[in-house]
């Protein structure tokens, strides 16, 4: 089993619509937990950053974590053709090295 | 600011040959990384620098992978012999610190490695 499950998807919404990406994990210890987006052929770029438990929200993206569940997701509202891209949950431990662990990636396209 | 750097963007081999990849951290950030990601899956930490000293390198094949950061900047990862498997993009990142505020890693553009 791997430590962060995640849709690959595709998944393809209208623009418009409200996306939810989940990602799963087994590792209890995991204390931060981030969202990337990668476009084609580029590097990922940090969405989103929360600590533990709790809703974080900025503009139009909103994560959440439940621990208790160990569950991670990320709501995208009003989506945009600009959002297609490939979205990745990541985690690490509290600490001080930061190794993140990453899922595989939801690939999300918002049609015109 | 400037983002990290990496070069090439590109490079295809054959089996058995070497290649070597070059990164260049956002200036003043301590922490550098190497990760590999297969074509479908996530990134995976390879190794991590702090400074010029080795952090984790606990995922690198190092019978194959080597990785060095003279000077404690620019850093470079080097695979002898290739492997079919070794086929993937190699991405570089840095962070300011390891802990606390400045944790954020900031990603290169990756170099795509095709092993024939």
């Known amino acids: 089993q791997k430590e962060v499950e995640q849709d690959p998807g595709p998944l393809s919404v209208p623009e418009g619509a409200i996306v939810s990406l989940n990602c799963t994990y087994s590792?209890?210890?995991?204390?931060?937990f981030m969202w990337y987006r990668q476009y084609s052929r580029k590097g990922p770029e940090l969405l989103m950053y929360t600590y533990s438990s709790g809703n974080k929200e900025d503009g139009r993206f909103t994560a959440q974590v439940d621990k208790s569940s160990k569950y991670i997701s990320l709501f995208i509202r009003d989506s945009q053709p600009s959002d297609s891209a490939t979205y990745l949950c990541a985690m690490t431990l509290s600490g001080s090295a930061r190794q993140l662990t990453f899922g595989s990636g939801t690939q999300l396209t918002v049609l015109p | 600011e400037a983002g990290v750097a990496q070069s090439p963007r590109y490079k295809i081999i054959e089996k058995r040959q070497s290649v070597a990849f070059w990164c260049n951290p956002i200036s003043g950030h301590a922490t550098l990384y190497w990760y590999q990601q297969i074509l479908g899956q996530g990134p995976k930490l390879l190794i991590q620098?702090?400074?010029?000293?080795?952090?984790?390198d606990s995922q690198l094949p190092k019978d194959r992978f080597s990785a060095e950061r003279l000077k404690g900047v620019d850093s470079t990862l080097k695979i002898q012999p290739a492997k079919l498997e070794d086929s993937a993009v190699y991405l570089c990142?840095?962070?300011?610190?390891?802990?606390?505020?400045?944790?954020?890693?900031?990603f290169g553009p990756g170099t795509r490695l095709t092993v024939l």
């Open positions: 590792n209890s210890a995991f204390q931060y």
């Open positions: 990142a840095s962070s300011l610190a390891t802990s606390g505020s400045g944790n954020e890693q900031f």
């Open positions: 620098f702090q400074n010029n000293g080795v952090v984790d």
